[in-house]
């Protein structure tokens, strides 16, 4: 990750210079994860020839999916300098409601539509309490974290929706694919490239930067600030949904405890990615990528010989890696831009 | 984060009518504290079980680590920054707690060390904090999985039980015929300790000052960082603490001891009207909070109320916690606004004539 100061120097020559350059080293951060898994991938197969089978691959991406849709929709909230805690729960709710409705004989296609609406009617809740009701979005969605698991475990009981409730299509569903993709994969890389281009070509999807890297001057500005939280809000709640209805057909497996402590993998993720929590920077590939990197290390730990009670500490400092190592390129390329500033001033001047 | 934005208008309103708003919107504290009375005086009259001795113990006991911990985060809050791997932090002074126990080591020695642990960790909360100028709660979701992960790394699956007898009587029976635990005295002595430091003191004073503005502070000459850093280190050292009584009142030190601490010792003190942007709230607040969570708690655990319905009102709470303020004080300035506009009238109407 050290190499995103590298470019540093061959951004000089002419062109706007500050958009052209702060453009490259986010690029780059993106590409130091990836760089970052490539080697690790490699690395492991070097050492275990088994692990990049056919099979070896459809697993990391089938791990990957349903955390890299969740922090999809984290990425969009944090960008706008919020946070939602209650993915985990929502995720969970989402996942049973899904299940209990498969399991009465409902259409899976339904389903689906039915997890992803019950995802964004949490959204709506959580987004309206922050823009309206103009409450810290941490402390909000802590609420809405504990409320959602209470109603998830009312509902629930000690019911349990296993494989053998669902519709044998589902659940194929949520295991082939095509050849070494997972249909789930290609769901999910539809999903991020769709999310990807909306908040990089579309007035509405800056906004959402805009009102993370200054709230106030996005609303001097004429950003509907109320109206775009709400509908980041709503699109985390609503892939959050569509990632519960993915659990289940994946994992087959739901219970009321589903999902829980989720929101804090899923936080990771998405800092590891390099979305920043200060909201403004960041994108959805890199969240994607940062769950990615932290799925493949939960595969690549047991089959190089690591015992598993190792893999929750490597998380963590990871993730304190990843946030420091970020905060020192961004000094130094702060300080970069100030002295090329100065230069500049002083050539016009001079 | 929206709110930022307002917030500066709602503190000059507050400053030029103040006794206005002190008369008029009631503060939050005293709001959670008289609710906690209510609740009491109910429970003691209408739940049957609830008023003996042994059920009160438990409610303390149940209660203790969550209030010892709102002790530094209350200070920690106040000053704009928050810690949440003070649960992974005790469940890791209880693991190794455990390992250095089997490890064939005293528990005079143990303890201590355990206790050096917290302030280890605490420091390291501290110093991504204070000199990467990281925000704390990025850095602490990744000290909370760090520490979690240390913790099973110390002790796998084990857990240790075999811990000396007085050590567990201490951490777990009450004084003579009375509800008090006896670790209820040292929680008291830090309380004590706590309140004159937050609200009697000159660093206390630059607490509130450092998360009203952390700028204005360190122009008004306060250490910000080393006080910050300060801080992180107390709470550290605070939640190794609760991690040992947590080992020795349950008698069992496992890896996952505490789990989840962290967001029960949060929305307690949220509950109690510590502002989570800085710079407001006061400690008999967040107790107010904690033992309202607690006694709610033992309560509908006594009259049948399934945990998740309780986890169901905890996050009702948290919520309502933080809405009602805001609202109240919405309400208030609207109504400011109107008397000022009455009182307006009679200037204007006068030299209109």
């Given amino acids: 990750m050290t190499m995103t100061t590298k470019p540093a120097p061959a951004a000089a020559a002419g062109a706007p210079p500050t958009a052209g350059f702060l453009d490259r080293v986010l690029k780059v951060r993106e590409l130091a994860i990836a760089a970052v898994l490539v080697l690790m991938l490699t690395a492991t197969q070097l050492d275990n020839s088994a692990f990049l089978s056919q099979q070896g691959i459809k697993d990391l991406l089938l791990n990957a999916t349903i955390l890299v849709l969740v922090a999809v929709g984290q990425a969009t909230v944090v960008i706008t300098r919020n946070v939602d805690l209650s993915v985990g729960s929502v995720l969970g709710i989402t996942a049973f409601a899904a299940g209990d409705f498969l399991h009465g004989g409902g259409n899976p296609v339904l389903a689906v539509v039915i997890a992803v609406a019950i995802g964004a009617g949490f959204g709506l809740v959580n987004g309206a309490l922050v823009s309206l009701g103009q409450v810290p979005a941490l402390v909000v969605t802590l609420g809405t974290l504990y409320i959602i698991r209470g109603l998830d475990s009312i509902w629930v009981g000690s019911r349990q929706i296993t494989a053998a409730d669902l519709p044998s299509g589902f659940v194929s569903f949520g295991h082939d694919g095509l050849s070494v993709i997972p249909y789930l994969a290609l769901l999910t890389a539809l999903v991020l490239v769709a999310a990807a281009y909306y908040l990089r070509s579309y007035r509405s999807g800056r906004d959402l930067y805009a009102l993370g890297s200054s709230p106030e001057a996005a609303r001097l500005a004429g950003v509907p600030v109320r109206k775009r939280i709400l509908a980041a809000y709503v699109t985390c709640g609503a892939l959050a949904g569509l990632a519960g209805a993915l659990y289940l057909a994946r994992f087959g497996n739901v219970d009321s405890g589903t999902g829980n402590g989720y929101e804090l993998t899923v936080v990771s993720a998405v800092v590891v990615g390099g979305v920043a929590f200060t909201g403004g920077s960041g994108s959805v590939y890199g969240a994607a990528l940062g769950a990615l990197l932290l799925t493949s290390i939960n595969s690549v730990l047991p089959s190089i010989g690591v015992s598993s009670v190792w893999v929750q500490a490597i998380d963590g400092v990871l993730l304190l890696l990843a946030i420091a190592v970020d905060r020192i390129v961004a000094l130094r390329v702060a300080g970069l831009l100030r002295k090329r500033a100065a230069q500049t001033r002083s050539a016009t001047h001079g | ?353």
């Fill in chain 2, 1 to 353: 984060m929206a709110d930022r934005m307002t917030d500066p208008m709602a503190d000059n309103k507050a400053a030029t009518g103040r006794g206005f708003a002190a008369r008029d919107a009631l503060r939050w504290d005293t709001v959670v504290g008289a609710l906690l009375v209510v609740l009491l005086v109910c429970s003691f009259s209408l739940v049957s079980n609830f008023g003996n001795a042994l059920n009160l113990s438990f409610l303390i006991g149940n209660t203790l680590p969550i209030a010892l911990i709102a002790l530094p985060m209350t200070m920690l809050v106040v000053s704009g920054e928050i810690d949440l791997s003070v649960g992974s932090t005790a469940g890791l002074a209880g693991a190794v707690m455990g390992r250095l126990w089997n490890g064939g080591m005293a528990i005079e020695m143990i303890i201590p060390l355990c206790v050096l642990l917290g302030v280890v960790c605490g420091l390291v909360n501290g110093l991504l904090v204070t000199r990467l100028g990281l925000p704390s709660l990025a850095v602490t979701i990744g000290t909370l999985a760090a520490y979690r992960g240390i913790a099973q790394i110390v002790l796998g699956s084990n857990s240790v039980t075999d811990f000396p007898q007085q050590y567990l009587n201490f951490a777990s029976d009450r004084i003579g015929g009375t509800f008090v635990p006896y670790a209820a005295i040292p929680w008291a002595v830090l309380l004590l300790i706590a309140v004159v430091l937050l609200h009697a003191t000159p660093i206390g004073r630059s607490l509130f000052a450092v998360g009203a503005s952390q700028e204005a502070a360190r122009f008004a000459g306060i250490r910000v960082k080393r006080l910050k850093l300060s801080m992180f280190v107390a709470t550290g050292t605070i939640s190794a603490l609760t991690g040992v009584f947590w080992a020795l009142h349950y008698a069992s030190a496992r890896y996952d001891n505490a789990t989840g601490l962290e967001l029960s010792v949060i929305a307690a003190v949220l509950l109690g009207g510590i502002d989570f942007d800085g710079g407001k709230g006061t400690l008999g607040g967040a107790v107010a909070g904690v033992f309202l969570l607690g006694a709610l708690q033992n309560v509908m655990s006594l009259i049948n109320v399934s945990s998740q319905s309780q986890t169901l009102i905890t996050g009702v709470l948290l919520v309502v916690s933080v809405l009602a303020p805001r609202l109240a004080r919405q309400a208030g300035r609207a109504r400011a606004r109107r008397k000022a506009a009455v009182g307006d009238m009679p200037p204007t109407a006068l030299t209109a004539v």
